[in-house]
């Protein structure tokens, strides 16, 4: 048991990396706040883009999400941080990041959205056109509203997934804060530092997992 | 530009991504990443699916201590980042005495998050089932467990394939992590043997083998989507 | 010669849900072989009674005796003896799943231990019974209402239950619909099946039962014949529901 608390629950460890922590949970959050926009607005963009009436740019978009869905994003982010300088395309860890992530994070959000307003009954966009409404205020003000609410435990699900997936930003030596408690750990030979950033994720995830379980269920009724 | 400038532009890119020299040299170690990567791939998705149906079953009895734990379990999975639990597995439990591969604990990590996002998918599931089927059932004098195996189960996997089969392609995608503790899976292979040739080709390799491997998920799972289409009201 | 023993009683019967309480001390006794229809006001607690025969709904004091037995003891295997108390629902709640044999014979296979051709044999008897051979491996939702019903009526009368319980059986099917039902629940009283019906289809009752109680708010109020408790009600709450439902 003393094993047991030394080498995960070390408080003098914790405490003596916790300023270290907090820089990387500063990285994270400021990730977070670029890249979850960033995923949504081109999202909705390839949505959009998705449920053209043009064939080829239709299926197009939807080779492209395709595509995206099925590199693995440390993949995607690997190969525009080690892969691209080949091609003299040198971006610092936290522009690849961002990059990797839009990529990725357009994808899924996409889906999110097409699943959506494909929920929305065209009857809705037909009242909207008839009462004079542009094609795109009808889809600003009557589509994508409705679209929202009815997908937004899953837009909540994804986002929840994009902050945790900011931790693989670690692997490009982007300081956050799995980084920062890895570096700890390898500095110390203590696994506390990593087990202090478990809380952390669980501290700021734990509510909105709990919140989204229970929209789900609300929703599913 | 003058073409010869082009061309030889176009030679070193293929030089540098598509070197048939590296390609000959290394598609050996990357066929290896793609075994592994199946390998794991395939255990995970059995494991994580049985543990996470054996979880919904076992919370239907509406056992308290049980279902608390249940719930905090598949809150905590949900909530931390795989890799988070990847280090914290194959860093920390040697300290107290377990040692696992890289290997095992990639395997026990991804089947508990698979575990926790299908109990949760399973048991929305079971909710979903009228009350009356249950009494339909339990009145002919089935028990609680053959209820839940005969009557229950059949009709809530109806609902639940679309969305586990995307929790599931998403979660198989995270093999690509176990690079970080050294399981020799795709990934792994093309950046160590990127890092040895100085060349990107191993890398652009890996990359196509992810994709000629999952594009085909991708594209199953988008059909039992609509094959399935299941819609929230 | 001395009285029969009751096969199916109620002593005291009570049930709460929370602050609730839907039943408030039922007494009832049946006999073997009869059949009591059970009126009364919506929320009056018919489906609860019913529920707790069968224990679908875990009575809050009192006892149910079945055939002898207490089925409140702790060392009652319930299962059992749910086989021998058949319900029948108003939703009807066969299984989408299963073809109509497989309904029948889910049970009489996993419970019952039959094999798979005892068992089908046994589902085709009860299907000839209810007029249904014919739809053998349909599924439920290729069958109408009344048809669902008579199939859900097969299904409880394959486990040869000593009792058949009936939660408002036809009300609801579609009017045209419920005459072939009623026809099913006719035989089975004339081969002797003793039943318990929630109903408000009077002149069945009127042919059929043996007994009618009238139920409001957790209690029995009254019983007695169907002529009588049609015709004339000694208590102001009877009298009030019976001209409610014969207009
Ligand atoms: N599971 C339950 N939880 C809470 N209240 C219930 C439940 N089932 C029935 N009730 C309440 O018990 C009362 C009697 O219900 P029920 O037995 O269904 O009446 P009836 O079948 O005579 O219409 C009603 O007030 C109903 O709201
Ligand atoms: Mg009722």
Redesign the pocket.
């Known amino acids: 048991m003393e094993i047991f608390l030394d080498s995960f629950f070390n408080f003098q460890i914790m405490s003596e990396a916790s300023p270290l922590l907090i820089r990387g949970l500063g990285t994270t959050a400021l990730l977070c706040l670029v890249v979850i926009p960033l995923g949504l607005i081109g999202g909705l963009t390839v949505a959009l883009m998705a449920l053209s009436r043009s064939p080829w740019l239709r299926w197009g978009t939807i080779a492209l999400i395709d595509f995206f869905r099925a590199v693995p994003p440390l993949v995607l982010l690997i190969f525009i941080y080690s892969g691209l300088p080949f091609a003299d395309i040198e971006l610092s860890p936290f522009t690849a990041v961002c990059v990797g992530f839009f990529l990725n994070n357009s994808a899924y959000y996409a889906e999110i959205y097409r699943a959506g307003i494909e929920s929305v009954g065209v009857g809705q966009m037909e009242a909207a056109r008839s009462t004079g409404l542009k094609k795109i205020q009808a889809l600003v003000y009557v589509v994508l509203p409705q679209a929202t609410r009815n997908v937004l435990p899953d837009l909540l699900s994804n986002t929840i997934e994009v902050v945790k997936l900011t931790s693989i930003a670690s692997v490009v030596a982007l300081q956050e804060l799995l980084y920062s408690a890895d570096m700890a750990r390898s500095v110390t030979y203590n696994s506390s530092p990593i087990v202090m950033a478990a809380g952390i994720y669980l501290l700021i995830l734990w509510p909105v997992v709990r919140m989204l379980s229970n929209l789900e269920h609300k929703v599913g009724k | 530009m003058n073409t010869s400038e082009t061309f030889s532009r176009w030679d070193l890119f293929t030089e540098t991504f598509f070197n048939q020299r590296l390609i000959d040299e290394y598609s050996g170690a990357i066929a290896k990443g793609i075994l592994i990567t199946c390998e794991i791939a395939v255990l995970v998705v059995f494991t994580g699916i049985a543990l996470g149906l054996l979880l919904a079953m076992l919370r239907s009895y509406r056992f308290l201590p049980i279902n608390v734990f249940i719930s905090c379990f598949v809150d905590i999975l949900r909530s931390l980042p795989p890799l988070v639990l990847i280090l914290l597995a194959y860093f920390g439990l040697p300290s107290i005495g377990f040692s696992m591969s890289g290997f095992l604990v990639l395997w026990l990590v991804l089947s508990l998050i698979l575990a926790a996002f299908a109990e949760e998918i399973f048991w929305a599931g079971i909710l979903s089932i009228r009350r009356g089927q249950w009494e339909a059932a339990r009145s002919t004098g089935l028990g609680h467990t053959q209820t839940i195996v005969y009557v229950i189960i059949p009709q809530a996997i109806r609902m639940t394939v679309a969305p586990l089969t995307n929790r599931t392609i998403a979660i198989t995608k995270n093999t690509a992590l176990g690079t970080v503790i050294g399981v020799g899976e795709i990934l792994n292979q093309a950046s160590t043997a990127q890092s040895f040739s100085g060349n990107a080709t191993p890398l652009m390799m890996g990359a196509i083998a992810y994709i000629v491997l999952f594009i085909p998920v991708v594209a199953i799972g988008r059909w039992i989507e609509t094959r399935f289409a299941w819609r929230r009201i | 010669m001395d009285t029969p023993q009751p096969i199916l009683e109620a002593q005291d019967l009570r049930k709460s849900?929370?602050t609730?309480e839907?039943l408030q001390g039922i007494n009832f006794s049946l006999l073997p072989q009869e059949m009591v229809f059970l009126i009364?006001?919506?929320?009056?607690?018919?489906?609860?009674?019913l529920?707790c025969f069968n224990r679908l709904?875990e009575p809050t004091g009192g006892k149910i005796i079945f055939d002898g037995v207490d089925l409140m003891s702790p060392d009652v295997n319930i299962n059992t003896m749910r086989q021998q108390i058949g319900m029948v629902f108003q939703q009807f709640n066969l299984y989408p799943h299963l073809s109509v044999t497989k309904n029948i014979t889910l049970a009489l296979r996993k419970v019952s231990k039959k094999d798979s051709s005892e068992a089908d044999e046994i589902a085709r008897e009860m299907l000839k019974r209810v007029g249904l051979e014919e739809k053998a491996n349909a599924h439920p939702d290729e069958l109408s209402g009344g048809q669902q019903q008579r199939v859900a009526i097969a299904r409880a009368m394959a486990l040869e239950p000593k009792v058949m319980l009936f939660?408002?059986p036809t009300s609801a099917l579609d009017p045209e619909l419920v005459g072939s039902v009623l026809q099913v629940m006719q035989k089975l009283r004339d081969s002797g099946m003793t039943m318990v019906v929630?109903s408000h289809e009077m002149r069945f009752a009127r042919d059929a039962a043996d007994r009618v109680a009238f139920?409001s708010e957790?209690q029995i109020v009254e019983e007695g014949e169907p002529g009588a408790i049609f015709e004339n009600p000694q208590q102001k709450r009877t009298q009030d529901f019976v001209s409610e439902i014969s207009r």
């Open positions: 849900f929370g609730l839907v009364g006001p919506s929320g009056s607690g018919k489906s609860t009674l529920r709904e939660d408002e929630v139920m957790g």
